[in-house]
Nanobody, 121 residues
Framework: VQLVETGGGLVQPGGSLRLSCAAS????????MSWYRQAPGKERELVAR????????DYVDSVKGRFTISRDKTKNTVYLQMNSLKPEDTAVYYC???????????????WGQGTQVTVSS
């Protein structure tokens, strides 16, 4: 199983980034895909989740209206479009795959290695 995140970097406040997570080694359509982030000295938090059929998404309140999660089943890839970035969005962003049936989540899950996002002028 592999989850490979790309797209992180340094961006000014108000800017945009798109993170990608390429998945392999498991049945992509059977997993809910999520983005988590962890800032220095803070716990890892769920940022956004998209369920297997793409019909349902969840976002942490602090990113609603600014971030959009999507998935492409033809490429086994999940994306996080991040707009209007703020300094408080600075963190390592991790891709997560969790086995699911409809909106029921199971314990089996996998993590990527993380990609750094830094929002600073």
């Amino acid at each position: 199983v592999q989850l490979v995140e790309t797209g992180g970097g340094l961006v000014q406040p108000g800017g945009s980034l798109r993170l990608s997570c390429a998945a392999s080694g498991f049945t992509f359509s059977s997993y809910a895909m999520s983005w988590y982030r962890q800032a220095p000295g803070k716990e890892r938090e769920l940022v956004a989740r998209i369920f297997r059929d793409s019909a349902m998404t969840d976002y942490v309140d602090s990113v609603k209206g600014r971030f959009t999660i999507s998935r492409d089943k033809t490429k086994n890839t999940v994306y996080l479009q991040m707009n209007s970035l703020k300094p408080e969005d600075t963190a390592v962003y991790y891709c997560n795959a969790r086995r699911s049936i409809n909106t029921i989540l199971y314990s089996e899950n996998y993590w990527g290695q993380g990609t750094q996002v830094t929002v600073s002028s």
